[in-house]
């Protein structure tokens, strides 16, 4: 392409991309553009490819820690500043209430000072999953820069956006170039389905999504797959279907038959490709149920809670009083729109609390004690038994409202 300057065997760059890779335009940009030519030239990835939007992982301080903060420092401190709408994924504590619900105060400084360190490179903070909920909201076809894996999958799958599962690192890089290496599912052969899975299990609680997409995301692993025989979903199935599969496996990218835009479009269908068939979900029930009946904790919003989710758990618990906490996680934004609407008051006033920015994953739950926590996210058991030490219990909406008011898990 006329002017455009190899630096890898595949890896073109346009005359000014390669003066901001020999530093010409600061050492913050250079830094940046090492990290996606790094990459592209990993994947074999031929140039690099503007992007809509970032969604930016790796906040909570369990997670990065002091070798954390002294990373963002070093861009802050040298004037990073993004080029590309940016928004950040939930951090470890809930920024307005964390002394209330008991986080220590070490912990709390540590995180705020990281949302601070981020806001300052101009990302907006967010601090939730669900970008596409709060304004984030690529259309059919854009390319995006997105890290969080349940976020990816929406976006990819329910969406048609196209992004990679980018780490922390290289999705900063792409929020200050405002580009990212053209390889993987930003490519239309890539997006092909690796695998068919034929469901004839009966789909009739909300849970059974979360639940199929361990299945998948087991057999699956980093493919794609594409399901027959799903009933027509809502929103919130998708979220849970795509974060399970993320979770159990590493799929960033699934199809629907007849559902989501992709499959709607054209064949979606790889040539060669596994086919499984799903005739009930017991294994995955079995393996999501390690807790015992009696429930400590009942954790739900994880992807974060829409609002659709959030008023149907408020029409569940109007006039009720739970026995144990329940923690409805989302962001502050829908949490401030659930207020005016009056979901906040209903849910506040059974005793369960809406809980904004953070979620029981990247929270520092292990430090409360808890032995048995219900929720209705596959992903949030996967990482809540092995990052956080606590037992599960998973089932739909309606059974993890029932678990807290009764402090009992029942099927
Ligand atoms: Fe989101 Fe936390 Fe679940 S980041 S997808 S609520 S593990």
Not at 39 to 58: C, F, H, M, N, R
Not at 344 to 351: A, L, N, R
């Amino acid at each position: 392409m006329e002017g455009n300057i190899a630096v890898g065997v595949n890896m073109q760059l346009t005359k000014e991309e390669q003066s901001i890779y020999d530093g010409e335009q600061g050492e913050v940009l250079q830094k940046a553009m090492e990290i996606l030519v790094a990459l592209g030239q990993i994947y074999d990835a031929e140039k690099l490819i503007p992007i809509k939007s970032v969604q930016v992982a790796g906040v909570s301080y369990k997670n990065l820690g002091r070798p954390g903060i002294e990373f963002l420092e070093w861009w802050v401190e040298h004037g990073a500043d993004v080029k590309a709408f940016s928004t950040l994924n939930p951090a470890g504590i809930d920024l307005k209430r964390w002394k209330e619900l008991g986080f220590s105060e070490d912990f709390s400084v540590n995180q705020q000072y990281i949302v601070d360190l981020y806001q300052k490179m101009g990302i907006v903070p967010t601090c939730t999953c669900t970008p596409y909920e709060l304004g984030n909201l690529p259309k059919f076809g854009d390319h995006i820069g997105w890290s969080e894996s349940s976020a990816v999958s929406f976006a990819n799958s329910y969406i048609g956006a196209r992004t990679n599962r980018e780490g922390g690192p290289s999705a900063l890089a792409a929020a200050l170039i405002g580009k990212t290496p053209c390889y993987g599912y930003h490519l239309d052969e890539e997006r092909m389905a690796s695998s068919v899975f034929i469901v004839d299990a009966k789909m009739t609680r909300d849970s059974d999504f979360g639940a199929l997409g361990v299945l998948a995301g087991k057999e699956t692993k980093k493919g794609i797959p594409y399901f027959r025989g799903l009933p027509d979903m809502m929103s919130y199935n998708f979220k849970q279907l795509g974060a399970s599969m993320a979770a159990s496996g590493s799929v960033a990218l699934y199809h629907v038959d007849g559902q989501t835009p992709e499959a709607r479009t054209r064949n979606m269908i790889a040539e060669a490709n596994e086919v499984y068939a799903i005739e009930d979900l017991k294994d995955a029930y079995a393996y999501l149920n390690t807790g015992s009946e009696k429930i400590d904790l009942v954790s739900m919003g994880c992807p974060h809670a829409s609002m659709e989710e959030i008023m149907i758990i408020s029409q569940m618990l109007k006039g009720k009083s739970v026995k144990v906490p329940l923690w409805i996680t989302t962001s502050q934004a829908t949490a401030c729109q659930a207020s005016s609407y009056g979901y906040k008051d209903v849910i506040e006033g059974s005793g369960a609390k809406l809980i904004t920015d953070t979620c029981m994953v990247v929270s520092p739950i292990e430090e409360f004690g808890y032995d048995t926590v219900a929720t209705n996210s596959a992903k949030g058991c996967y990482y809540m038994q092995s990052w956080c030490k606590v037992r599960t219990r998973y089932g739909g909406m309606r059974q993890c409202v029932d678990a807290a008011l009764t402090g009992r898990w029942s099927e």
